[in-house]
C-alpha cells in the first residue's frame, strides 16, 4: 500500500507539471517490484485522473492552506478512500507512512488529521461538490464552458462517457481470417463479445471485460489488432482502389497504416516526424505480415522528403487536442491549455496545405482528428475550402463540412472529412 501511494502521487505530480502519462508510467512504474503492483499503481492513477475536479475541491475544503509536497499523496488517498476498495484505515496509515518516507515526517500528523476529516465530512463535501461545475464534471472550467457552448444538448453526456473506462475493441485482420471465424475462436476460449452499433467499423469486436494482450487469441499471430471502433472507421472512408499510392502522413504508431493494407492492394508509405514511433509501426507491420514504406519525415516541410511523385490518397490523421479521447486518456483534460487548441490549429493548416501539395488531380485527402473541438475540425474544413479552390468535400462520406463521432459507450470521438482535389 505505501509504495501504491507513494508512485501514484509521484506518477500525478508529473501530471500535473504538464507530462502525459505516456512519459511518465514507463519511468516511475520500474520503481515497484510486482506487475500486480504497477496494475494497481495504473489503475489508481487513471482513476485518480478521472476524478481529480472532485478530489481537488475535497482538498480545498478540508485545508486553509495547502501543503506544499504533500497536495498530490492527500488527493491520492482521497481517491482510494472514495472511489476504490481499499479499507479506509489502511489508506489513511500508507498515507502517513508516505509522507514520512517523503521526507514530511513532521507533517505525517497533518496527513492523519486532513484524512480522517475527510471520512468525517463526506458526505458534506459530496453534497458542496455537486454545485461546482469542475468538481461535479470533472474537467477544467474552460473546457465544460467550451463543451456546453459546442454541443449544448450533449454536453453532458460527453461528461459522462469521459468518467467511464474505455472498452477493448478488436479489429480483425481480415487478410488472415473472417470476422466469423474469430469470433468463433473467441467463443472457444470462453471469452464473451459484442458487435459494435453499426457505424462503419465492419471488422470489430469489442470484448465484454478487457484482457492484456497476451490473452487475445491471436493477437501475437496477427489475427488482430487492439483499435478503437471509432478509429476504424477511418480507412473505411479512404475510398482505396487496387493498386493505389497511399501516403499516411502521420502514421505512427500505425493503427491505421495496418487497417489500409488488410482492406486494399495498394501501395503505402507510412511516414510520421518522430522516428521512435516509427518504429511502432514496423512492429505493427511485422506482427500482421503487411508491407509499407516506412519514412521519418516532417510532412510540413515537403521540399526536405518528397520526390515528385504523386499520390492517389492520403490520410491525414493530424496531432490534436484528443478531445475526443478523454476515457482512454483522462491526464488530457487537465494537461491542455485553452491557448493550446490555437496552436493545433496552426499545426494542423501546415500540414493540410502541405499534404495537399503531394496528392494528385481526382485524388482524395482524408483529414481527420480525435478531436471533438469545431476549431479542428469543421471550422478547419471551412477554412481549407476558401483557401484551396482546387479542394470539394467528397460527400459520399461527409456532409458539409465532414463527419463528426461524439465518444459514446461503444467508441471514442474521431473527425473525418473526404477532400477531392479537382
Ligand atoms: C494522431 S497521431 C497518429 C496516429 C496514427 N495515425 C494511428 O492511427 O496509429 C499523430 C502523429 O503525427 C505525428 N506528427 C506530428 N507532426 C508531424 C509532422 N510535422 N510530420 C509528420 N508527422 C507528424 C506524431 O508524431 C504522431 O505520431
Same mark, same amino acid.
Given at each position: 500500500?505505501?509504495?501504491?501511494?507513494?508512485?501514484?502521487?509521484?506518477?500525478?505530480?508529473?501530471?500535473?507539471?504538464?507530462?502525459?502519462?505516456?512519459?511518465?508510467?514507463?519511468?516511475? *512504474?520500474?520503481?515497484?517490484?510486482?506487475?500486480?503492483?504497477? +496494475? %494497481? #499503481?495504473?489503475?489508481? &492513477?487513471?482513476? /485518480?485522473?478521472?476524478?481529480?475536479?472532485?478530489?481537488?475541491?475535497?482538498?480545498?475544503?478540508?485545508?486553509?492552506?495547502?501543503?506544499?509536497?504533500?497536495?498530490?499523496?492527500?488527493?491520492?488517498?482521497?481517491? *482510494?478512500?472514495?472511489?476504490?476498495?481499499?479499507?479506509?484505515? +489502511? %489508506? #489513511?496509515?500508507?498515507? &502517513?507512512?508516505? /509522507?514520512?518516507?517523503?521526507?514530511?515526517?513532521?507533517?505525517?500528523?497533518?496527513?492523519?488529521?486532513?484524512?480522517?476529516?475527510?471520512?468525517?465530512?463526506?458526505?458534506?463535501?459530496?453534497?458542496?461538490?455537486?454545485?461546482?461545475?469542475?468538481?461535479?464534471?470533472?474537467?477544467? +472550467?474552460?473546457?465544460?464552458?467550451? &463543451?456546453?457552448?459546442?454541443?449544448?444538448?450533449?454536453?453532458?453526456?460527453?461528461?459522462?462517457?469521459?468518467?467511464?473506462?474505455?472498452n477493448l475493441a478488436l479489429r480483425v485482420n481480415t487478410?488472415?481470417?473472417?470476422?466469423?471465424?474469430?469470433?468463433?475462436?473467441?467463443?472457444?476460449?470462453?471469452?464473451?463479445?459484442?458487435?459494435?452499433?453499426?457505424?462503419?467499423?465492419?471488422?470489430?469486436?469489442?470484448?465484454?471485460?478487457?484482457?492484456?494482450?497476451?490473452?487475445?487469441?491471436?493477437?501475437?499471430?496477427?489475427?488482430?489488432?487492439?483499435?478503437?471502433?471509432?478509429?476504424?472507421?477511418?480507412?473505411?472512408?479512404?475510398?482505396?482502389?487496387?493498386?493505389?499510392?497511399?501516403?499516411?502522413?502521420?502514421?505512427?504508431?500505425?493503427?491505421?497504416?495496418?487497417?489500409?493494407?488488410?482492406?486494399?492492394?495498394?501501395?503505402?508509405?507510412?511516414?510520421?516526424?518522430?522516428?521512435?514511433?516509427?518504429?511502432?509501426?514496423?512492429?505493427?507491420?511485422?506482427?500482421?505480415?503487411?508491407?509499407?514504406?516506412?519514412?521519418?519525415?516532417?510532412?510540413?516541410?515537403?521540399?526536405?522528403?518528397?520526390?515528385?511523385?504523386?499520390?492517389?490518397?492520403?490520410?491525414?490523421?493530424?496531432?490534436?487536442?484528443?478531445?475526443?479521447?478523454?476515457?482512454?486518456?483522462?491526464?488530457?483534460?487537465?494537461?491542455?491549455?485553452?491557448?493550446?487548441?490555437?496552436?493545433?490549429?496552426?499545426?494542423?493548416?501546415?500540414?493540410?496545405?502541405?499534404?495537399?501539395?503531394?496528392?494528385?488531380?481526382?485524388?482524395?485527402?482524408?483529414?481527420?482528428?480525435?478531436?471533438?473541438?469545431?476549431?479542428?475540425?469543421?471550422?478547419?474544413?471551412?477554412?481549407?475550402?476558401?483557401?484551396?479552390?482546387?479542394?470539394?468535400?467528397?460527400?459520399?462520406?461527409?456532409?458539409?463540412?465532414?463527419?463528426?463521432?461524439?465518444?459514446?459507450?461503444?467508441?471514442?470521438?474521431?473527425f473525418h472529412a473526404l477532400f477531392e482535389k479537382q
Amino acid at each position: 500500500m505505501i509504495d501504491i501511494q507513494l508512485v501514484s502521487q509521484a506518477c500525478l505530480s508529473r501530471v500535473k507539471l504538464g507530462q502525459s502519462l505516456k512519459t511518465v508510467f514507463p519511468q516511475e *512504474l520500474e520503481k515497484l517490484g510486482s506487475n500486480n503492483d504497477r +496494475a %494497481v #499503481v495504473k489503475n489508481t &492513477v487513471y482513476g /485518480a485522473l478521472r476524478y481529480l475536479g472532485y478530489l481537488e475541491f475535497s482538498l480545498d475544503s478540508l485545508v486553509a492552506k495547502r501543503p506544499n509536497g504533500l497536495v498530490n499523496l492527500l488527493l491520492i488517498s482521497i481517491y *482510494l478512500i472514495e472511489y476504490s476498495r481499499s479499507a479506509n484505515h +489502511a %489508506v #489513511v496509515n500508507a498515507a &502517513v507512512s508516505s /509522507a514520512k518516507q517523503m521526507g514530511y515526517g513532521k507533517l505525517s500528523g497533518l496527513v492523519n488529521a486532513v484524512l480522517r476529516n475527510y471520512l468525517r465530512q463526506q458526505s458534506k463535501i459530496k453534497k458542496k461538490a455537486s454545485d461546482d461545475d469542475v468538481a461535479n464534471l470533472q474537467h477544467q +472550467a474552460w473546457w465544460v464552458n467550451k &463543451v456546453r457552448q459546442d454541443y449544448p444538448d450533449q454536453a453532458n453526456d460527453i461528461f459522462f462517457t469521459n468518467l467511464q473506462h474505455p472498452n477493448l475493441a478488436l479489429r480483425v485482420n481480415t487478410r488472415s481470417t473472417s470476422l466469423e471465424k474469430y469470433l468463433r475462436l473467441l467463443d472457444d476460449e470462453k471469452i464473451q463479445w459484442r458487435r459494435p452499433e453499426h457505424i462503419g467499423a465492419p471488422a470489430a469486436v469489442i470484448l465484454s471485460q478487457p484482457v492484456s494482450v497476451y490473452q487475445i487469441p491471436g493477437f501475437f499471430e496477427g489475427l488482430v489488432s487492439v483499435q478503437d471502433v471509432g478509429a476504424q472507421t477511418t480507412a473505411t472512408r479512404l475510398d482505396l482502389r487496387p493498386g493505389q499510392r497511399v501516403l499516411d502522413a502521420c502514421a505512427a504508431p500505425g493503427g491505421k497504416t495496418c487497417h489500409i493494407l488488410e482492406l486494399e492492394d495498394v501501395c503505402v508509405t507510412a511516414a510520421d516526424k518522430d522516428p521512435k514511433r516509427l518504429m511502432r509501426v514496423e512492429e505493427n507491420l511485422r506482427r500482421l505480415c503487411l508491407t509499407a514504406k516506412t519514412l521519418v519525415a516532417d510532412m510540413s516541410d515537403t521540399d526536405t522528403w518528397w520526390e515528385g511523385e504523386e499520390y492517389d490518397r492520403i490520410l491525414l490523421d493530424v496531432p490534436c487536442s484528443a478531445s475526443g479521447v478523454v476515457r482512454r486518456h483522462p491526464d488530457v483534460k487537465w494537461i491542455r491549455r485553452e491557448k493550446d487548441i490555437d496552436s493545433f490549429v496552426k499545426q494542423q493548416r501546415s500540414l493540410l496545405s502541405a499534404a495537399w501539395k503531394v496528392l494528385v488531380k481526382g485524388g482524395k485527402l482524408l483529414y481527420t482528428t480525435c478531436s471533438i473541438f469545431p476549431e479542428e475540425n469543421e471550422k478547419q474544413v471551412k477554412w481549407f475550402l476558401k483557401e484551396q479552390s482546387d479542394a470539394k468535400i467528397d460527400s459520399t462520406y461527409a456532409v458539409h463540412n465532414g463527419h463528426l463521432i461524439l465518444p459514446t459507450d461503444n467508441h471514442d470521438g474521431f473527425f473525418h472529412a473526404l477532400f477531392e482535389k479537382q
